[in-house]
């Protein structure tokens, strides 16, 4: 099945949230929901595959939720692989037998869907499962069909500070199954961005971060560790989080639990049965449909 898809939810539908590090996106849509704010849905069960390290044991006891830990590590080990990468076809098949091995570990809990919030390994379970997961980039921006601001942890960020953008976005989308190619990448429906945030260059320039990108040529990441466009990528990653993610997340969850999107056999998307780009969310208007 294709992870494309959008079904009819019961009311109030159970989610598993996955996680992988400190889970800040996880706990601000568990805050959330337990406040009432939206409460289209329920939390049923959390999921990570760093057991040891990440706050998903912490954020389980707290709302008093079953997890299920599936160290991804262990597992790569125990099938003789000591890095976790998808760069063989050996890396490939362990990571569809890691999926397989959660898929069964989550069948207990009859979930509807589920909520990636932070949660790293790209894994096929959208094939079983819609999965929801916010990115921090605007990915209704294309150049030549290409959505350029894809990619992983603070990729985005950086594209944007270097194309001179004044604000950032978060998005939302149904994640897409992962079979090893860069152009499934953050490739699902946008069903919601957040309202812009204003970027903050602390006094750099636009030209300053570009000499910044032309001197890490031929360097390793750790040698050019906390550079300028570093330092401004991840200070505004963290403002795009606090007012993009726990903005946007939370309400698009929400919708899609009440069942206010859907999708055209063409691709195209529908909000309260209408036909939009996206939706537009923040903090204090209604949601906001976008045009096509």
């Known amino acids: 099945m294709s992870s494309t898809f959008f079904q009819t939810f019961p009311e109030k539908p159970a989610a598993a949230v996955f996680l992988s590090g400190t889970g800040t996106n996880a706990a601000k849509l568990l805050e959330v929901w337990r406040s009432g704010a939206f409460f289209g849905w329920t939390p049923r069960v959390l999921v990570t595959d760093k057991p040891e390290t990440s706050r998903a044991r912490a954020l389980a006891a707290q709302y008093g939720l079953p997890l299920v830990e599936h160290d991804i ?3 790569y080990r125990e099938r003789g ?3 976790i990468a998808l760069t063989s076809e050996r890396a490939l098949q362990v990571r569809e037998e890691w ?3 959660l898929i069964r570990l989550l069948m207990p809990y009859s979930v509807q869907f589920g909520i990636l919030a932070g949660f790293v390994p790209l894994s096929n379970i959208t094939c079983v499962l819609p999965c929801l997961n916010v990115h921090p980039g605007d990915l209704t921006l294309e150049e030549d069909g290409r959505r350029y601001l894809a990619g ?6 950086e594209t944007a500070l270097l194309r001179g953008h004044t604000s950032l976005r978060s998005s939302v989308i149904i994640a897409q199954a992962f079979t090893g190619g860069a152009k ?3 490739s699902g429906p946008v069903l919601g961005i957040s309202a812009p945030v204003p970027v903050d260059l602390a006094g750099a320039t636009v030209d300053e971060l570009k000499a910044c990108q032309a001197a890490r040529q031929g360097k390793k990441p750790a040698e050019y560790r906390g550079d300028l466009l570093m330092q401004a990528a991840e200070r505004n990653l963290e403002n795009l989080k606090e007012h993009g993610d726990w903005v946007v997340f939370p309400q698009t969850v929400d919708d899609f639990a009440r069942n206010k999107f859907s999708l055209d056999p063409d691709g195209t998307l529908r909000y309260e049965g209408k036909p939009v780009k996206t939706v537009e969310y923040s903090e204090n ?3 906001r449909p976008v045009a096509l």
Do not use: I, N, S
């Open 73 to 75: 590590a262990k597992f």
């Open 81 to 83: 692989l000591e890095k």
């Open 99 to 101: 999926t397989g091995a």
């Open 152 to 157: 992983l942890q603070r990729l985005p960020v």
């Open 184 to 186: 499934e990448m953050d």
């Open 285 to 287: 208007a209604a949601p």
